[in-house]
């Protein structure tokens, strides 16, 4: 069984930066891809931004260019940098762990416990 950590969040201004960290813990663990999902005001999860074992990464229109994944596959975390954040961007995030199938695809996935952003002035 794989856990997955999430650390950061917290309330920043309009036009301000915040870091959010993942890291997932576990035996033997192949990780297929690690992404950061946002949860709307109506339960929604979007994709914000996504990065897999085979180099692509990826981001939510709304994000692109302010925001930025970087992955440390030796200590299976990912770091989303997200900078001139908006009210817009507030939400609870979502760290999802999406583990190898064997085949190179993407297996069975995890999901943290979610952390709140805050942007207000």
């Known amino acids: 069984q794989m856990q997955v950590q999430e650390v950061g969040g917290g309330q920043v201004q309009p036009g301000g930066s915040m870091s959010l960290s993942c890291t997932a813990s576990?035996?033997?663990?192949?990780?297929?891809?690690m992404d950061w999902y946002r949860q709307t005001s109506t339960n929604q999860r979007v994709r914000i931004a996504t990065a897999n074992m085979h180099g692509l990464v990826d981001y939510h229109d709304s994000v692109k260019g302010r925001f930025t994944l970087s992955r440390d596959t030796a200590k299976n975390a990912a770091t989303l940098r997200m900078t001139n954040l908006k009210p817009e961007d507030s939400g609870v995030y979502y760290c999802n762990v999406g583990l190898n199938d064997g085949r190179g695809s993407r297996g069975r996935s995890f999901w943290g416990q979610g952390t709140q952003v805050t942007v207000s002035s």
């Open positions: 576990g035996s033997n663990i192949d990780i297929y891809a």
